[in-house]
């Protein structure tokens, strides 16, 4: 008995308003791209496009000649990119979509029924534009995480200098807080160049290391094998060979950042007050991977203030943040929206008016791991966002102190973008006694919601 086809879901569709009545639905892939417009556009509304530069060019002049002014995209990989930049440059509306939010109908999935469910979708408002920087953000963020990647693969060298200097029984390590420091790189040369005299390495000691000249001496006197040897030689040459590479990458964006229009080319012509100087805690505080050239002044000839002045950020985290959220933050409507945005906020399942579960969601956002590495420099701070942060851990844990700390620091940076205000930390002392108001105000509550007094001790 064949059973028959509900027709109740049909014309479901048509009862929902066109929102973008000439949108463009693109599913891209590693060798075709697949692109749907409104069926009244073109004899052939689905057309099937390579992935060379001339098929994205003819894609482009396709979708001008059929009147989009709107296209949709999934983010695959790295795929969208060439596509974004392409249509992005005939002033084409993009809209690049998560993955997630692209849930296809039951059935056969294939290219050609994902752009169209990607273009139905896209034409009656049911998807939301991820956020892409400018182009000039973009261009900082490539070169700053090329740099990033490059500090990685460096590290795996220092690894290897280490290992084969204790395959020697040098133990350079113990008396050297970094071999990669002035006093260490010196010795490690002067070790690579066929010099092992234990006394005379150790004169390469700088003044300001801590350690004594004997004690380098001991941990320099081990078995020099041509085999370690060549393991230190060749790990050294890969070593500079990244450490220049970086160097490149900050002279790229040291040109990038002055090729950039700042707050002082203003056309009113009223001067930009100079950088103040940075906090007492942090002027002492020093980055080894931070970037060759002066980057904290081109921040704020960008923006008109210092975000390396928050508490916790670091001229390497601030770099970061910015390359990924770009130098203004109006894409998000609130400093919630920026936190939901971030990963910094819980994301809360509610049914019938109850929340079931509330977690931080998981995401891979470069800008929200920045912030929570801001929060784990604080752990022992004395400043409020240390004490905040032990006040929570003791409550609730580590982990989600640390989440609640970033939170706290992005709301900060948050509100010094949105309204170019100086960043102003409270002292720990006004924060203990805000602190301790909110605490009498509670028990206060408390007490009368038990039918009693709350009342000082007697002095």
């Known amino acids: 008995m064949s059973r028959k086809k509900s027709t109740k879901n049909q014309n479901q569709w048509a009862e929902l308003p066109t929102i973008h009545g000439h949108a463009a639905g693109l599913d891209i892939g590693a060798t075709a791209i697949v692109a749907c417009v409104p069926a009244d556009r073109d004899a052939q509304p689905i057309r099937t496009f390579g992935v060379y530069t001339e098929d ?207 707050l002082d080319d203003d056309s009113s012509g009223a001067p930009m007050p100079p950088l103040p100087p940075l906090p007492a805690a942090k002027r002492a505080a020093h980055c080894k991977n931070a970037p060759a050239f002066e980057a904290r002044e081109e921040v704020y000839r960008l923006l008109g203030v210092d975000l390396v002045a928050v508490t916790g950020l670091q001229e390497n985290l601030v770099q970061g943040i910015l390359t990924e959220i770009g130098f203004d933050v109006t894409p998000w409507p609130t400093v919630k929206h920026f936190c939901s945005w971030l990963s910094l906020a819980p994301h809360n399942d509610v049914s019938g008016g109850k929340v079931l579960r509330s977690r931080t969601r998981k995401h891979r956002n470069r800008a929200g791991q920045s912030f929570r590495l801001a929060a784990q420099s604080l752990m022992r701070s004395a400043n409020p966002y240390g004490i905040f942060y032990r006040r929570l851990a003791a409550r609730i844990g580590k982990p989600q102190a640390i989440v609640a700390t970033a939170h706290k620091i992005a709301r900060a940076v948050y509100a010094m973008l949105k309204y170019r205000r100086p960043f102003e930390l409270v002292a720990s002392q006004e924060y203990e006694r805000r602190l301790r108001e909110q605490e009498i105000v509670r028990l206060r509550k408390k007490a009368a919601r038990l039918g009693l007094q709350l009342l000082p001790l007697a002095t």
Not at 109 to 135: C, M, N, R
Not at 191 to 220: F, N, S, W, Y
Not at 233 to 244: E, P
Request: glycine content about 4%; hydrophobic content about 40%.
């Open 56 to 262: 994205l060019e003819e894609l482009a002049e396709w979708l001008v000649a059929c009147g989009i002014e709107t296209v949709a995209m999934e983010s695959t990989g790295v795929y969208w990119i060439p596509v974004y930049e392409v249509l992005e440059g005939r002033k084409l509306d993009l809209f690049l979509v998560d993955a997630r939010h692209l849930k296809n109908v039951p059935g056969h999935k294939s290219d050609v029924s994902d752009s169209q469910w990607i273009q139905t979708l896209h034409s009656y408002g049911l998807l939301h534009k991820a956020f892409v920087p400018e182009a000039d953000v973009r261009a900082l963020r490539a070169y700053w995480r090329q740099r990033t990647m490059l500090i990685e693969h460096r590290a795996a060298h220092i690894q290897h200098m280490q290992k084969a200097l204790q395959q020697m029984n040098l133990h350079l390590t113990e008396v050297l807080t970094d071999i990669t420091g002035v006093t260490g790189m010196q010795i490690i040369r002067a070790i690579v160049a066929g010099d092992h005299d234990p006394q005379h390495l150790a004169q390469m000691r700088d003044p300001r290391c801590q350690r004594t000249e004997q004690e380098i001496i001991k941990a320099l006197t081990g078995h020099y094998r041509s085999e370690h040897l060549f393991s230190l030689r060749q790990a050294l040459q890969l070593y500079d060979v990244y450490s220049q590479a970086i160097k490149e990458c900050d002279a790229q964006m040291k040109e990038q950042y002055q090729s950039m229009a700042g």
